[in-house]
Antibody
């Protein structure tokens, strides 16, 4: 059974960089797309972007200028960096495995439990 | 981007009752719609993909229907473990988008 676990700081200061890592267990990171998705309090889920195991990426235009997603296949991990954060970036951040992709859009068949990240000084 | 509107926001029902959840898209998403379940402290779970296909291990009491812009998730007989928040998601257009969710709570 594939399992995903997010890790990283739960508190980030405004203007700094939010960094999270997702560790995949129970399966290989190879041959799949891997996404970051977030949910701010009281708002809808928002897809941030994905990375293919080979390293190619695709980001939501609303966040593209501030997002970098990377992968480390040797550790079965992928990571999210979000720069210049503000209070609006406070959210639960999920990592997920994508499947059934068409034209850059996918469903996510496995998810992590989520990590709450608060942006505050 | 496509906006998905879910209704109602909250559904209060008793175990054994039938639940009907709605998801409406701002433009056609063809048949590229999924439903997820999320319980507090747990990872979201894919229930239904491409409108009506149950994901691996999903009980038959969960079913999906619809096409174009109007979709429905039906839980035929609510079990205690089904009380949760449900989200729809489209992958017809990039970027993928999600609905705001419907909370199914115990009446």
């Amino acid at each position: 059974q594939v399992q995903l676990q997010e890790s990283g700081p739960g508190l980030v200061k405004p203007s700094e960089t939010l960094s999270l890592t997702c560790t995949v267990s129970g399966g290989s990171i190879s041959r799949y797309f891997w996404s970051w998705i977030r949910q701010p309090p009281g708002k809808a889920l928002e897809w941030i972007g994905y990375i293919y195991y080979s390293g190619s990426t695709n980001y939501n235009p609303s966040l593209k200028s501030r997002v970098t997603i990377s992968v480390d296949t040797s550790k079965n991990q992928f990571s999210l960096d979000l720069t210049s954060v503000t209070a609006a970036d406070t959210a639960v951040y999920y990592c997920a495995r994508d499947s059934s992709c068409t034209s850059g859009s996918c469903y996510s068949d496995y998810w992590g439990q989520g990590a709450l990240v608060t942006v505050s000084s | 981007e496509i906006v998905l509107t879910q209704s109602p926001a909250t559904l209060s029902l008793s175990p054994g009752e039938r639940a009907t959840l709605s998801c409406r898209a701002s433009q056609s998403v063809r048949s590229y719609l999924a439903w997820y379940q999320r319980k507090p402290g747990q990872a979201p779970r894919l229930l239904i993909y491409d409108v009506s296909n149950r994901a691996t291990g999903i009980p038959a009491r969960f079913s999906g229907s619809g096409s174009g812009t109007d979709f429905t998730l039906t839980i035929s007989t609510l079990e205690p473990e089904d009380f949760a928040v449900y989200y729809c998601q489209q992958r017809s257009n990039w970027p993928r988008t999600f609905g705001q969710g419907t909370k199914v709570e115990i009446k």
